[in-house]
């Protein structure tokens, strides 16, 4: 099997600059670290990394987050070859299913196919958040700004105003803490602080990632993890405090941690999850919907982004018994038994 070392895949990404940041090396070693196996596989030109979650009874479960298009919409022999390899691997790893998260925005109209024997359901189950907002990091910081909502620019210029200041941090224990608070208030989960410490300690040495803190005389009032790689840049982790929000402290951070995405080259800034809803919906909604990600989507709406959707998530399916078991267990789980 063309299964590759790490060093292997690091060099095989280097070739391949519009990668996913979920298809990295460091995310894989990330995820490593918590409990999932990592498998890389590059026939020719394609190449994926896979992630195995052990289950009950020497089974598994396998994820294909964001590989790179031409596994997903590509055609020729290296595309055939390397989904039979993967399908090689799934069935050695004893996979109940592979669920795939296309790298492909709806909008694009490209059509998503994956060659070989087994069957393929879109899935009801979305790990990563199918509808984003991207903004577009091109042109001048003025040109940029002026793409944003009236009261969005005048958020980030009256923080600065009011004191706030934006720089690097490495206080990645402060920052989990701040994370927990946030957690409790706006009701999500949060991950362990040794999770982003590593995930510090792996990107970092690459500069793919910033750790960004909003202060006021020193005191930490926001903060957020920036990642990029290439030409696109992600917000994926953030936090704050219940102190001085008057002051709009998590406006400047945005617009900095934009600044730094794009002194790293990148073009676009995904904002990185709102509901999942059509804009006519979010835009009717947003002022009275509080659950859920709607907290977030009048805050993100006003950075002047496009709204985009990724193509549904797919399930690549090898026991089909199981399958059916873990859909009864999803519905349960989410009361819709």
């Known amino acids: 099997m063309p299964e ?37 596989i590059v026939v020719g030109k394609a190449g994926v990394q896979l992630l195995f979650r052990r289950l009950p009874l020497g089974l598994a479960f396998g994820y294909l987050a964001k590989p790179m298009r031409q596994v997903c919409v590509g055609e020729g022999e290296e595309v055939k070859q390397l989904w039979e390899e993967v399908d090689a691997i799934c069935r050695a790893r004893q996979a109940v299913f592979l669920k795939v998260e296309p790298d492909v925005w709806e909008q694009d109209r490209l059509r998503v196919e994956f060659p070989g024997p087994y069957a393929v359901f879109r899935s009801p189950y979305a790990i990563q958040p199918p509808r984003t907002i991207v903004v577009d990091l091109r042109g001048s ?19 600065g105003k009011k004191g706030v200041a934006v720089r690097p941090w490495e206080d990645l224990e402060a920052f989990h803490r701040m994370m927990e608070i946030t957690g409790r208030r706006d009701g999500f989960g949060v991950h362990s602080a040794a999770y982003y410490r ?11 990632i910033e750790l960004l803190v909003a202060e006021l005389d020193g005191q930490p009032l926001a903060a957020l993890m920036v990642f990029a790689r290439g030409r696109r ?10 102190e001085h929000r008057n002051r709009m402290p998590t406006y400047l951070l945005q617009w900095e ?78 009361g819709g038994l």
């Open 141 to 159: 910081e003025e040109a940029i700004l002026a793409r944003m909502k009236q009261k969005t620019r005048y958020n980030i210029r009256l923080a």
């Open 257 to 334: 941690a934009m600044c730094w995405a794009r002194a790293r080259g990148a073009e676009e800034y995904d904002l990185w999850g709102v509901p999942d809803e059509e804009e006519a919906v979010l835009e009717a909604q947003f002022e009275t919907r509080r659950d859920g990600l709607w907290g977030v989507y009048r805050f993100k709406r006003g950075f002047g982004g496009a709204l985009r959707r990724a193509k549904q998530a797919v399930d690549r399916v090898y026991r089909p018994g199981w399958y059916r078991l873990y859909l009864w267990g999803m519905r349960a789980w989410r």
């Open 198 to 208: 590593r995930a510090y300690e792996l990107f970092r040495p690459k500069q793919m």
């Open 4 to 40: 590759v070392s790490l060093d292997q895949w690091s060099e095989f990404l280097g070739r391949h600059p519009e990668v996913h940041f979920l298809q990295s090396a460091e995310w894989g070693e990330l995820k490593s670290a918590f409990g999932w196996e990592v498998t890389r």
């Open 233 to 242: 840049a992600w917000y994926v982790y953030g936090a704050s405090t219940d």
